[in-house]
């Protein structure tokens, strides 16, 4: 076999090789089990309470946890720190402008910021928003500004087993069901998220969201899109949906958001920096609104709670973000530590989303009832296990019914390894998988843990247990 040769299949074979080399690098702290055991004590078995000078591998989240480019970091000395009108700003809005193609941005300080503000201009008291899968802060919002939430995802989505290409899509029926129901002037917007996190990162096709279009422009209805992993969306459009395989992905991506009316965004996504967000929208008189209304809760319109020089790195993030290369590298990662898991028989949900591994709780341990927090204490194991940090996606994070006070008891009892942008490398995957697999050996030793502590809002972020048994 010529060398040639040899050389195009290891291409293949590696054709999500980083598209990029380490130029700075951050040491790791090991600890010792006593020094874990004590941590995960002190936090209440809860991973969002430990300090993270006390964690070896960081898969809590991919949000704000990215690495920057040289090409980042040299924008970061571009910073202009005006109060008011940074030039950082209005290239950050014309990079949105550019490729997720909406008309108005109003600058904030993460997605949370900018969900506020949506759901503060747009929602009454008795309204509902119909959604592709609940969010934690998104549902939040919609619920305080005084709307009833409403799951329209397809079912494929609550079946953590079942292998689909698209389980993120929302279901028609169940949509035109709604709008029979409701009457469609009490739906303010349909909030369509791309990827679905909570369904483990899963896509939307394009045909789907297409048809969301066409069934809500017949009842006059508008679509807000949670584009916070939108390109990573646009790469399973690419790869998944006939039409699309050599579409670059800032096309899908200004395709798939022409079909909605605006979006909220959490810049530290794909935008690949570690602070920041924006409200985007076509509507003259929502602009208007929000424009008004940020500068209560985030600053001036031209900030929005971010520093000009992290305005610039997302323009350059924006821009970074949709190269092939990169993206195919960010998700192939992803990938290998799902194939990695596969060998051994670990359940977790199937197909591998585009942020991380959502391990299934359930299925590890089957004989804990899910008010024993199986998610919530298979995190914590995996903390004992080896210091590699995850989080419970589960009856915890999903918290109490609005209306009635009773939790809610999600189909998905989940942990998620959420895979930081362009951090850990392919032998942190292995450590990672094979700390997975200690504690899949050790599942039956599983006692779960009784909550002692329960915040009002967002209870998973604070919330603090003990050991049961
Ligand atoms: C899908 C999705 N929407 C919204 C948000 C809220 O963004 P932020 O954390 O920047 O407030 C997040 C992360 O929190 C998210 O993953
Ligand atoms: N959006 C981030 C941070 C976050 C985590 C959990 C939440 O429920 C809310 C926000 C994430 O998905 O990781």
Redesign the pocket.
């Known amino acids: 076999m010529s060398s040639l040769h040899t050389m195009g299949q290891q291409q293949d074979r590696r054709s999500w090789a980083e598209p990029y080399k380490i130029k700075v690098v951050e040491p790791l702290r090991t600890t010792t089990r006593e020094e874990r055991e004590a941590a995960i004590a002190d936090a209440g078995y809860n991973t969002f309470l430990l300090p993270s000078k006390d964690v070896y591998i960081d898969l809590l989240?991919d949000?704000?946890t990215n690495a920057m480019s040289d090409r980042q970091w040299a924008g970061m000395m571009l910073g202009d720190e005006a109060y008011a009108g940074s030039g950082n700003y209005y290239r950050l809005e014309d990079t949105i402008r550019r490729f997720y193609g909406y008309r108005h941005v109003v600058p904030t300080h993460?997605?949370?910021?900018?969900?506020n503000l949506l759901s503060q201009s747009l929602i009454s008291p008795g309204h509902h928003v119909p959604g592709n899968m609940y969010?934690?802060?998104?549902r939040f919002h919609q619920e305080k500004a005084g709307a009833t939430f409403h799951d329209i995802i397809v079912d494929e989505a609550h079946d953590p087993t079942l292998d689909a290409p698209f389980k993120g899509n929302v279901d028609l029926a169940k949509l035109a069901a709604l709008i029979d129901e409701v009457g469609a002037e009490r739906i303010p917007y349909v909030c369509v998220?791309a990827?679905?996190?909570?369904a483990g990162g899963q896509p939307i096709s394009m045909a789907n969201m297409r048809a969301v279009r066409e069934l809500t422009q017949r009842h006059g209805i508008a679509i807000y899109l949670?584009a916070?992993?939108a390109v990573e969306n646009a790469l399973f459009i690419r790869e998944r949906e006939e039409g699309y395989g050599s579409t670059s992905l800032a096309d899908i991506l200004l395709e798939f958001c022409s079909y909605s009316d605006g979006c909220?965004m959490?810049?530290?996504?794909d935008p690949l920096t570690n602070i920041g967000?924006w409200l985007a929208t076509n509507d003259e008189a929502l602009f208007e609104e929000a424009r008004n209304l940020v500068v209560v809760y985030e600053g001036l319109h031209t900030y929005g709670g971010m520093a000009g020089r992290d305005m610039e790195a997302m323009a350059i993030g924006i821009t970074e973000s949709v190269e092939l290369a990169y993206m195919k590298s960010r998700v192939g990662q992803v990938r290998y530590l799902g194939e990695l898991l596969d060998q051994w028989g670990i359940p977790f949900v199937r197909p591998v989303g585009g942020h991380g591994i959502f391990l299934d709780a359930r299925g590890f341990y089957p004989h804990l009832d899910q008010e024993q927090f199986p998610a919530q204490t298979l995190a914590a194991q995996l903390y004992l296990e080896a210091g590699v940090r995850a989080m419970e996606r589960g009856i915890v994070s999903a918290g109490r019914d609005a209306a009635t006070g009773e939790n809610h008891h999600p189909s998905l009892e989940l942990v998620r390894l959420t895979i930081p942008r362009r951090v850990y490398t392919q032998a942190h995957m292995d450590v990672v998988a094979e700390s997975v697999k200690a504690c899949y050996d050790d599942r039956e030793a599983a006692r779960g843990l009784r909550m002692t502590y329960e915040p009002k809002y967002l209870r998973f972020f604070q919330a603090r247990f003990e050991p049961l048994g």
């Open positions: 989240t949000s704000g993460q997605g949370r910021g900018a969900e969010f934690t802060t998104t998220a990827t679905v996190n909570m949670d916070t992993r909220t959490s810049g530290k996504k967000g």
